[in-house]
């Protein structure tokens, strides 16, 4: 089911045409990867879902329905420039952001305690944010944008400044979120973590959609006909090898260009004079694929 749709936004500053007539559907449920270069329109598209801007022309609809200023007290926005009120206490500006998208009071001072509590916080609630470091001041942002509980939650660049360890706590919890219903767009022009979390990209250069669709149909939309491969001893066989080597215990291991009909006849042509000990297909991965897509673009 589509949560959100956006159709065939235009949107401009002056001479510079920053959207090109982007459409994509985000699914109910999933998590949607927003990706591109540094000034490729992305967070010009989330401005535009969340209406800090209007686009020139096109629309976009929310459940069905044009988006209306009131649907985006459902959602959740963390912004790649992080900003908090430095001179408020933390568990006083959580509740205070919490109350503008409509939680009580009193909704909003539990769930702040059990969100502080959660991310090792609590000892910080009374304290001023300026006291914080800049991991924590992070922490606390994600929980503001997270705290009223919303149906869409839109992240930018949400790992960035964190250290391995508090990167993974935030992960853990955008899977939480996932699980207890919330639809996630991700924006990224870092592809580490695009394959394992995403269940959907789009990937935009210079002001369009250039790729969409689930990662590993992409990746296999663009696969190379590498294949790595282990086997007793080296086929005997007319084979365009890139890597070889003989492994310590004897077995002959290589990577090979096969364009030759289908992975099963070269598996069939091997185990004609070799047995096979292990054969995968190498598919690229994102980073590569985000790569060659912006520079043929």
């Known amino acids: 089911m589509g949560l959100l749709?956006?159709?065939?936004?235009n949107k401009s500053f002056g001479n510079l045409h920053v959207l090109n007539d982007v459409s994509l559907?985000?699914?109910q449920g999933g998590i949607f990867g927003l990706l591109g270069p540094n000034g490729a329109g992305k967070t010009t598209l989330i401005r535009l879902i969340t209406k800090?801007?209007?686009?020139?022309?096109?629309?976009?609809?929310?459940?069905?329905?044009?988006?209306?200023?009131?649907?985006?007290n459902r959602f959740g926005y963390l912004p790649e420039e992080r900003g908090l009120y430095k001179k408020m206490q933390v568990q006083e500006h959580l509740v205070y952001l919490a109350r503008l998208k409509g939680m009580s009071g009193k909704d909003a001072k539990k769930k702040s305690l059990e969100m502080l509590d959660k991310?090792?916080?609590?000892?910080?609630?009374?304290?001023?944010?300026?006291?914080?470091?800049?991991g924590m001041q992070q922490k606390v942002q994600f929980i503001a944008t997270v705290l009223h509980e919303p149906d869409l939650i839109i992240l930018d660049e949400p790992f960035s400044g964190f250290d391995p360890v508090n990167a993974i706590t935030i992960k853990e919890e955008i899977f939480e979120l996932q699980k207890k219903g919330a639809t996630i767009i991700y924006s990224t022009h870092r592809m580490e973590t695009v394959e394992e979390m995403c269940d959907h990209i789009a990937l935009i250069n210079k002001s369009r959609i250039i790729l969409e669709g689930e990662p590993e149909k992409i990746r296999?939309?663009?696969r190379q006909n590498i294949f790595?491969?282990?086997?007793?001893?080296?086929?005997?066989?007319h084979l365009d090898i890139l890597e070889e080597e003989?492994?310590?215990?004897?077995?002959w291991k290589g990577r090979v260009r096969w364009a030759d009909t289908s992975p099963n006849h070269l598996l069939h042509e091997i185990m004609k004079s070799a047995t096979v000990l292990a054969f995968n297909e190498e598919l690229p991965g994102i980073?590569?694929?985000?790569?060659?897509?912006?520079?043929?673009a």
């Open 220 to 222: 296999k939309t663009y």
């Open 228 to 237: 790595a491969l282990e086997t007793d001893k080296k086929p005997d066989m």
């Open 52 to 72: 800090i801007l209007l686009p020139d022309s096109g629309n976009i609809r929310y459940k069905d329905n044009e988006l209306k200023d009131e649907d985006v």
């Open 5 to 9: 749709t956006i159709n065939h936004i």
């Open 246 to 251: 003989i492994s310590k215990t004897g077995t």
């Open 119 to 134: 991310f090792g916080l609590t000892p910080w609630a009374k304290k001023n944010i300026e006291n914080l470091s800049k």
């Open 25 to 27: 559907k985000i699914c």
């Open 287 to 296: 980073h590569e694929i985000f790569i060659r897509s912006v520079k043929e």
